[in-house]
């Protein structure tokens, strides 16, 4: 019997903290050994001339999650197992829905069903959009028994957003037992009453999406969550930050040593609202909706603000907040027609695919970040915040082997059939990259390479998160009261 199942061969092995050039060997699934030459392996993947990167681990993604009238969303575990490998990235945290009116323990096991079916190793987020006594109380202990340690609130949207008051009743049950809390910051009240003002004053395209939620709606509801948070001691994660506003706030909170970390998204290092200007013959105006997120994108300078803050470790996580809506069909961008006025169209982009290629070009090769930088924002630091380390997103004896064997010097053009997703468009249509994964390696076996996944559905883990030190509460209260204690 061989020492070793799978040996990766002569490349360059990156890591958040330093690069170096080393064999990695592999048995049972994990990585065994880190040398400079390794034999006596079943199989030999030669590395030369590429970089063997740890696995992508995109913290913020929706898949199959289903909807209060029976249907599911677009983007299923399996079709997205199969985006995340072609892009490199081996796990994920998505998202259990709740409906208002509902409790959370019977989605949550329906969606873990789901997840098994799929390819790509998960864990989830709990989205909290009823903050009653029935989910926080009488069925949350038991999803944390079984792994949960993040929830995840909407501060805007109807029929998710919450109040304060609700807003607090989730921080506090969070910090009873132990989890961590993201927050989706935008003001409600603000963008309803832009919108109602826009939509008066016949201004319905789908430009003026971003009109209707300015930067300042943004940057108050971050303010506001992160002070409430403060109030509770209560850590959390600020979701999908689009401008230099909202960094500050979390810049100024992190000064003050209170545990807040920030996320953005390559929609926010690339796009720019001029996108959802943009019109054609066969769709007018609605071409626009391609592009179509919240927050919104910005502008090009805002798009440097953000790659600062990201430079600077204020901002330490990207996701792909994939969020997919198909452009062509009945039941996706159009679901409300084609002539449907902004706040009516869905929001979310597509990205599981093209987070990593995207970073890779934009960031590394145009020398805004370092390389060890690009794996700390897409590997290592969202699995060390997920409670996923030290097994996903490092290079280290012991962990899962979780890598991507990536040509920095491919040059791609990026279109929607390399994105692999269900979703029937990509907004990065056309946009040029100079990095590529060629080989995907999920727990020690190829499930992709040259672009075709070799996964089979079904192989996906469920990764249960037991409690861990880096959420932990500071333990700093208001006149030492404690108003949630541990559970």
Same mark, same amino acid.
């Given at each position: 019997?061989?020492?070793?199942?799978?040996?990766?061969?002569?490349?360059?092995?990156?890591?958040?903290?330093?690069?170096? &050039?080393?064999? @990695?060997?592999?048995?049972?699934?994990?990585?065994?050994?880190?040398?400079?030459?390794?034999?006596?392996?079943?199989?030999?993947?030669?590395?030369?001339?590429?970089?063997?990167?740890?696995?992508?681990?995109?913290?913020?993604?929706?898949?199959?999650?289903?909807?209060?009238?029976?249907?599911? /969303?677009?983007?299923?575990?399996?079709?997205?197992?199969?985006?995340?490998? %072609?892009?490199?990235?081996?796990?994920?945290?998505?998202?259990?829905?709740?409906?208002?009116?509902?409790?959370?323990?019977?989605?949550?096991?329906?969606?873990?069903?789901?997840?098994?079916?799929?390819?790509?190793?998960?864990?989830?987020?709990?989205? /909290?959009?009823?903050?009653?006594?029935? =989910?926080?109380?009488?069925?949350?202990?038991?999803?944390?028994? *079984?792994?949960?340690?993040?929830?995840?609130?909407?501060?805007?949207?109807?029929?998710?957003?919450?109040?304060?008051?609700?807003?607090?009743?989730?921080?506090?049950?969070?910090? &009873?037992?132990?989890?961590?809390?993201?927050?989706?910051?935008? !003001?409600?009240?603000?963008?309803?009453?832009?919108?109602?003002? $826009?939509?008066?004053?016949?201004?319905?395209?789908?430009?003026?999406?971003?009109?209707?939620?300015?930067?300042?709606?943004?940057?108050?509801?971050?303010?506001?969550?992160?002070?409430?948070?403060?109030?509770?001691?209560?850590?959390?994660?600020?979701?999908?930050?689009?401008?230099?506003?909202?960094?500050?706030?979390?810049?100024?909170?992190?000064?003050?040593?209170?545990?807040?970390?920030?996320?953005?998204?390559?929609?926010?290092?690339?796009?720019?609202?001029?996108?959802?200007? &943009?019109?054609?013959?066969?769709?007018?105006?609605?071409?626009?909706?391609?592009? +179509?997120?919240?927050?919104?994108?910005?502008?090009?300078?805002?798009?440097?603000?953000?790659?600062?803050?990201?430079?600077? #470790?204020?901002?330490?996580?990207?996701?792909?907040?994939?969020?997919?809506?198909?452009?062509? !069909?009945?039941?996706?961008?159009?679901?409300?027609?084609? *002539?449907?006025?902004?706040?009516?169209?869905?929001?979310?982009?597509?990205?599981?695919?093209?987070? $990593?290629?995207?970073?890779?070009?934009?960031?590394?090769?145009? #020398?805004?970040?370092?390389?060890?930088?690009?794996? =700390?924002?897409?590997?290592?630091?969202?699995?060390?915040?997920?409670?996923?380390?030290?097994?996903?997103?490092?290079?280290?004896?012991?962990?899962?082997?979780?890598?991507?064997?990536?040509?920095?010097?491919?040059?791609?053009?990026?279109?929607?059939?390399?994105?692999?997703? @269900?979703?029937?468009?990509?907004?990065?249509?056309?946009?040029?990259?100079?990095?590529?994964?060629?080989?995907?390696?999920?727990?020690?076996?190829?499930? +992709?390479?040259?672009?075709?996944?070799? =996964?089979?559905?079904?192989?996906?883990?469920? $990764?249960?998160? !037991?409690?861990? %030190?880096?959420?932990?509460?500071?333990?700093?209260?208001?006149?030492?009261?404690?108003?949630?204690?541990?559970?």
């Amino acid at each position: 019997m061989a020492e070793y199942d799978v040996v990766v061969r002569g490349g360059t092995v990156v890591g958040a903290f330093g690069t170096t &050039r080393c064999d @990695v060997g592999v048995k049972d699934g994990r990585i065994v050994a880190l040398a400079e030459r390794l034999t006596d392996a079943d199989t030999v993947l030669d590395a030369g001339g590429l970089l063997v990167l740890p696995g992508g681990v995109d913290s913020h993604c929706h898949l199959e999650e289903q909807m209060p009238d029976g249907s599911v /969303i677009e983007e299923s575990f399996e079709t997205g197992s199969a985006a995340c490998f %072609a892009g490199g990235t081996t796990s994920v945290v998505c998202f259990v829905q709740q409906w208002k009116g509902h409790g959370i323990a019977e989605r949550y096991w329906e969606h873990k069903r789901r997840g098994a079916t799929g390819m790509v190793d998960h864990a989830f987020h709990q989205i /909290i959009t009823d903050a009653s006594d029935l =989910a926080l109380e009488q069925e949350l202990p038991a999803l944390v028994a *079984d792994g949960l340690r993040s929830l995840k609130v909407f501060l805007t949207y109807d029929p998710l957003h919450l109040d304060d008051a609700q807003y607090i009743r989730v921080l506090a049950a969070a910090r &009873r037992h132990g989890m961590l809390v993201t927050v989706h910051c935008e !003001n409600y009240h603000a963008i309803n009453w832009r919108t109602e003002a $826009l939509l008066k004053a016949g201004l319905t395209a789908p430009k003026y999406h971003s009109w209707s939620r300015p930067p300042v709606v943004e940057r108050e509801a971050t303010h506001r969550a992160i002070a409430l948070a403060e109030l509770v001691d209560q850590p959390i994660q600020v979701f999908h930050v689009s401008c230099e506003e909202a960094a500050e706030e979390i810049a100024r909170a992190q000064a003050r040593g209170l545990k807040v970390w920030g996320e953005t998204c390559p929609q926010y290092l690339t796009l720019t609202a001029a996108h959802m200007d &943009r019109s054609n013959p066969q769709d007018g105006p609605f071409e626009g909706a391609k592009f +179509m997120c919240s927050p919104s994108p910005r502008d090009e300078a805002e798009q440097q603000k953000v790659w600062g803050m990201l430079k600077r #470790g204020v901002l330490d996580v990207v996701s792909s907040d994939h969020s997919g809506s198909s452009f062509h !069909n009945s039941i996706g961008k159009a679901a409300a027609g084609r *002539d449907a006025n902004f706040s009516q169209i869905p929001n979310g982009i597509p990205g599981l695919a093209a987070r $990593l290629p995207i970073l890779f070009s934009e960031g590394v090769v145009k #020398g805004r970040i370092s390389l060890e930088q690009f794996v =700390a924002i897409t590997a290592t630091n969202p699995a060390r915040l997920m409670g996923l380390a030290p097994r996903k997103g490092s290079i280290n004896v012991g962990a899962d082997a979780d890598l991507v064997l990536w040509d920095p010097k491919k040059q791609v053009t990026l279109t929607n059939p390399l994105m692999q997703h @269900v979703i029937d468009y990509t907004p990065y249509e056309g946009m040029q990259v100079t990095g590529w994964p060629v080989a995907t390696l999920r727990r020690g076996e190829v499930v +992709m390479r040259d672009g075709k996944v070799q =996964a089979q559905p079904g192989t996906a883990r469920y $990764l249960p998160r !037991n409690p861990y %030190a880096f959420i932990a509460p500071r333990g700093i209260l208001s006149n030492d009261f404690d108003a949630a204690p541990p559970a």
